[in-house]
């Protein structure tokens, strides 16, 4: 990066507390006409949102563990974390005058300290005192954003005990963190939290700290595509077999990197703007054309929707401000807002593009999360760079093979089709059996005129964090394509096979990824007495994407490829013989053939839904029978 990126970077030093900015380049004022249409969205949007989760609030004086809290629709427990809400509402408040919101903003703050305040300064996840605490720091920048922005709105005594509350919950994050004692997600964030904090309530040793880990994190992102690591638990923080770390996309975009920017921007660190650039980049390349994020391979994707992670708070600070170096940043956060509001109903973001065709009721945590970096974007406003869609993002202009090294994972373009084929290994929980993405099986399949037609959900859905998912509606079918066998009633597939390896070319204007997989269970063993090895090869042409898998070995056990379609329930499905199928999508027609005879998975030609990433689906599937090869071909016309 040149020195004159870096005099750009410096004029946003005000990114975290307002200081006086001059001679912003490429500033919002220089070109209304493109940055006003994203703050409306945004504006509109974030207004939305507190409208729905005001619409949520319990008021019952009289039961101090619901008064003020935030109902969720879909989860019979109370989130701990809906006090993240005080800094959207505040916000409201300041901007419109209206009370409705700082007395929705107060009364979360009560509910918080009826029912998840500790002694120690920390909140909890939930009101069980010995549930997590880590979750502080993103309550506490909460609050200390919503008291430095907009706490004159508020009456003196409120002010001061939020001042107080405030105090100690950075003593604890004080007390308590460093860079390696859990995921890297919360001591990423307190880079920004102690340093907003100590400048809130004037404790320099807050800011030393900060200073400290923001050191330390610089040797958190990967040798070759300098991606953020460490989303693992500590216990599984050791590299994979392959010799690789555990990241996380969802978490890193949606989350660190916001933190890590503010930081830096504020700070002129430009060492670690350097790093951050190149991280954002790297990101950015999973971010597909319609703004969603491809986390199918990502380590903790139990949590992944398709516009990014449950409970995370969302990409647009990081991106939108860094959108000067590199204007396909601004493209990403504008795009992901939209798809955020197309994921929006009733007030409240949905977790994924088809919870309202399934008939799946949202949880409150996407919304209230989500409602900050909107909130703080609009905080920094005139102090951003243009924010726009002029610039393409990589994967709308991508062609060829892109292999990321630090992940083993594939990225592959021809024409209009996208894909993502994963072989990476390492794991969130070690032998477990959860499975993003992986076993060079297909994590993403799109198409530029229809949108999504393959996503991977986890091999076998689990409530991994039971207090921040949504339980599983329904028969849990997983919607990774993969070849499987059962024998003994126990289900063998490539997803479990984590040495998979997978090798490309690209001839004749044809793009080709060869998995070599082995089918395994749960516990990764091998499957006996019948085949076992396969090569998967995704081939991919202007024309369409061909799915072949073959084995030399002998078949004694039903074995097939299943090939889950996204789809939504209000698509027309044709079958047009028992090896060809069309689906009609609004803007295309999507025609799947076989070699072999195309079946329904056991749901008695109905669609399945998955939480993982929130979409619906066809389950075909096509067996070997007496052939060792089957040829699927996916076209749209």
């Known amino acids: 990066m040149q020195r004159r990126d870096f005099i750009q970077l410096s004029t946003l030093a005000g990114v975290g507390l307002s200081l006086p900015i001059s001679g912003l380049l490429n500033s919002c004022e220089n070109h209304p006409e493109h940055s006003l249409e994203f703050k409306n969205l945004v504006s509109s949007l974030l207004e939305e949102w507190c409208e729905g989760m005001l619409k949520q609030q319990i008021f019952e004086p009289s039961n101090l563990e619901l008064h003020g809290a935030l109902d969720c629709p879909s989860c019979e427990h109370i989130h701990g974390r809906c006090m993240d809400a005080v800094y959207p509402f505040l916000y409201m408040a300041d901007k419109t005058g209206d009370e409705k919101y700082i007395k929705g903003a107060k009364l979360v703050m009560l509910w918080a300290e009826n029912n998840v305040s500790q002694e120690n300064g920390a909140w909890t996840v939930i009101r069980n005192p010995k549930s997590w605490k880590g979750i502080t720091v993103f309550g506490a920048i909460a609050l200390a954003e919503a008291l430095h922005y907009h706490g004159h709105v508020l009456d003196k005594e409120t002010h001061a005990a939020w001042m107080t509350r405030l105090e100690a919950a950075g003593q604890y994050i004080y007390d308590t963190f460093t860079i390696d004692f859990t995921n890297i997600n919360y001591p990423g964030t307190a880079v920004y939290g102690l340093d907003l904090i100590g400048d809130v309530v004037k404790r320099d040793d807050f800011k030393a700290k900060s200073k400290t880990?923001?050191?330390?994190?610089?040797?958190?992102?990967?040798?070759?595509?300098?991606?953020?690591?460490?989303?693992?638990?500590?216990?599984?923080?050791?590299?994979?077999?392959?010799?690789?770390?555990?990241?996380?996309?969802?978490?890193?975009?949606?989350?660190?990197?916001?933190?890590?920017?503010?930081?830096?921007?504020?700070?002129?660190?430009?060492?670690?703007?350097?790093?951050?650039?190149?991280?954002?980049?790297?990101?950015?390349?999973f971010m597909m054309p319609d703004g969603g994020w491809d986390n199918s391979w990502g380590n903790r994707m139990y949590k992944w929707t398709y516009w990014g992670s449950r409970t995370c708070d969302g990409s647009q600070p990081a991106f939108g401000m860094m959108a000067h170096i590199n204007p396909a940043f601004g493209t990403a956060a504008v795009k992901n807002t939209g798809l955020l509001k197309q994921c929006t109903s009733d007030g409240l973001i949905h977790g994924g593009p088809h919870y309202v065709s399934a008939g799946i009721l949202p949880c409150i945590h996407h919304t209230f999360t989500h409602a900050k970096p909107l909130t703080a974007l609009l905080d920094h406003w005139e102090h951003l760079p243009e924010i726009n869609t002029n610039a393409e993002l990589?994967?709308?202009?991508?062609?060829?093979?892109?292999?990321?090294?630090?992940?083993?994972?594939?990225?592959?373009?021809?024409?209009?089709?996208?894909?993502?084929?994963?072989?990476?290994?390492?794991?969130?929980?070690?032998?477990?059996?959860?499975?993003?993405?992986?076993?060079?099986?297909?994590?993403?399949?799109?198409?530029?005129?229809?949108g999504l037609i393959c996503a991977a959900s986890m091999a076998k859905y689990e409530m991994v964090e039971k207090n921040n998912q949504q339980v599983q509606p329904g028969k849990d079918i997983c919607l990774t394509p993969r070849v499987e066998t059962f024998k003994d009633e126990v289900w063998y597939t490539n997803l479990y096979d984590l040495p998979a390896t997978v090798a490309t070319k690209d001839t004749d204007g044809v793009v080709d990824l060869v998995a070599d997989v082995k089918l395994k269970n749960g516990e990764r063993e091998l499957v006996e007495g019948t085949a076992n090895d396969f090569d998967i090869t995704y081939r991919c042409s202007p024309n369409g994407t061909t799915i072949l898998a073959k084995t030399n070995q002998e078949i004694t056990s039903p074995t097939a490829f299943v090939l889950p379609i996204v789809s939504p329930n209000n698509e027309e499905v044709t079958t047009l013989s028992d090896t060809e199928i069309n689906i009609q999508k609004p803007e295309g027609l999507v025609t799947i053939k076989a070699n072999a005879p195309i079946k329904m998975k056991a749901l008695e030609g109905k669609r399945t839904f998955n939480m993982v990433p929130g979409v619906e689906a066809l389950p075909f599937e096509i067996f070997f029978g007496d052939s060792k090869v089957l040829e699927i071909t996916i076209s749209v016309s």
């Open 394 to 450: 990589p994967r709308a202009a991508a062609d060829g093979v892109t292999h990321f090294k630090d992940l083993d994972v594939y990225l592959f373009a021809r024409g209009d089709w996208r894909g993502t084929v994963s072989a990476y290994d390492a794991e969130y929980h070690y032998k477990e059996d959860f499975r993003q993405a992986s076993g060079g099986a297909l994590g993403i399949l799109y198409h530029n005129k229809v």
């Open 213 to 285: 880990l923001a050191l330390e994190v610089k040797s958190y992102f990967t040798a070759n595509e300098g991606l953020l690591f460490g989303e693992c638990k500590k216990s599984s923080s050791k590299l994979s077999e392959k010799g690789l770390h555990g990241v996380d996309l969802g978490y890193n975009v949606e989350e660190t990197l916001n933190s890590l920017v503010m930081y830096a921007l504020k700070h002129k660190d430009e060492e670690l703007l350097q790093i951050l650039t190149k991280s954002l980049n790297s990101h950015l390349e």
